[in-house]
């Protein structure tokens, strides 16, 4: 077993990831250990304290749909600032004829109001105290799928994760499904994921889905790597109205957006 | 009590032959069951509405299909067969509903049979199978 002090020399993304978010809270240590001394400073620190939720380093290597607002201040298309800045992200799609991009910001605007709204309900304030106290991602899904050989799948899930960030994630995924029909699955879902942008990669998804109609229970599962190359996965289980010939199975290749 | 007729369950609906599984609705009355696919399943199927013929009714429960859909009732009649499903918890209330509707019920608590044998369902799957109508 190696001891925390040779743990914490290894270069894993996850390490660092926690080490740079302690040092940028510590802001003396961080600029007086700047270059020669940055290394023996991330060991000690890691050694005395317990892990917090940061993700510095993970986040430089994903995308993250954060807005980039106008140097001037004026509303961009794509790039709401905010839920109320939405409106003038959307003038400006008009103006520019940029149909895809007024989507998108509708979209965009769309699923952080959902997902603000939620963050504050009482629901969403007790997953994220759960998702603090047990360490893993809660949240719930609905998601759709398709198949008749070729699979099309699409969710909408919100998420609570360890490190405080909460959000709505938007996988959607093409595979191989059968035999052949449709069905809905809506329940919670838990994943390991640390924090928003760990969902914001390509993942492997499978499910299946057992029942008559109304009365159908199904389970969703996906896996891949963050930007790090930590393992990801999530899981989400729940009732499953379908309409399909027999019982429904699918697996393929699906990208996850976020939006915080 | 008061019994209002016809009472009506919300089922799942396997087709006969073709195996498709949507949803209908199942109608209870005096001398009449009745069980009706619902609109998307007549749509993509063609699946029309089976009265039950004669005055014995059969109610499936097999033990080792999970509880949500482990009750199914197979509807006979001259549109053909088709099988209504629903939940353990439904089983109780259909089969009074049966009962007061004048049917003898015949309860068969099986492993894995539910009325139908998935081959059985599954021959004439080319023929009356999913989108036989957009051919």
């Known amino acids: 077993m190696s001891s925390p002090r040779s743990r914490g020399a290894l270069t894993s993304c996850a390490i660092a990831a926690r080490s740079v978010g302690v040092a940028v809270e510590d802001e003396d240590r961080l600029f007086g250990s700047l270059g020669i001394e940055l290394t023996p400073v991330i060991v000690s620190v890691i050694g005395d304290q317990p892990s917090p939720p940061a993700t510095l380093a993970c986040r430089a290597g994903n995308t993250v749909h954060r807005t980039a607002p106008d140097p001037i201040g004026l509303s961009s298309c794509r790039h709401p600032t905010s839920i109320w800045d939405g409106v003038g992200s959307l003038v400006d799609c008009v103006s520019k004829g940029d149909l ?47 198949f008749g050989g070729p699979d099309v799948t699409g969710s909408l899930c919100y998420y609570a ?78 009732w499953a109205p379908s309409l399909q010939l027999g019982v429904g199975g699918e697996a393929g290749v699906s990208y996850t957006r976020t939006y915080t | 009590m008061v019994t209002t007729w016809p009472k009506t369950f919300s089922v799942g609906v396997v087709t006969f032959p073709g195996y498709l599984r949507g949803g209908g609705v199942l109608s209870v009355a005096p001398g009449s069951i009745m069980c009706t696919p619902g609109r998307v399943m007549a749509s993509l199927h ?66 894995v049979y539910r009325g139908f044998r998935r081959k059985e369902a599954m021959q004439g799957a080319r023929r009356f199978g999913l989108f036989r109508r957009w051919r």
């Open chain 1, 100 to 146: 895809e991009g007024g989507a998108d910001t509708v979209a965009t605007v769309g699923l952080r109001t959902t997902s603000t709204v939620i963050a504050g309900s009482a629901t969403g304030r007790s997953l994220s105290l759960a998702s603090r106290a047990t360490g893993i991602s809660l949240g719930g899904c609905i998601s759709g799928s398709a």
């Open chain 1, 161 to 238: 994760t360890p490190s405080g960030e909460s959000g709505v994630t938007a996988p959607g995924g093409l595979g191989v499904g059968g035999p052949a029909g449709a069905n809905l699955l809506v329940g919670p879902s838990v994943s390991n994921a640390e924090n928003l942008s760990d969902f914001e990669e390509w993942f492997l998804y499978g499910g299946a889905s057992a029942g008559e109609a109304q009365y159908g229970a199904g389970v969703q599962g996906q896996i891949g790597k963050n930007g790090c190359g930590r393992t990801i996965w999530s899981a989400t289980a729940g």
């Open chain 2, 46 to 111: 063609g699946a029309r509405a089976v009265r039950h013929e004669g005055t014995r009714v059969e109610i499936y429960t097999p033990r080792l299909i999970p509880p949500w859909f482990n009750v199914s009732v197979p509807i006979r009649g001259e549109g053909g067969t088709i099988v209504a499903v629903t939940w353990l918890l439904s089983r109780g209330s259909l089969r009074r509903a049966f009962q007061e509707a004048g049917f003898e019920v015949i309860e068969h608590v099986t492993w």
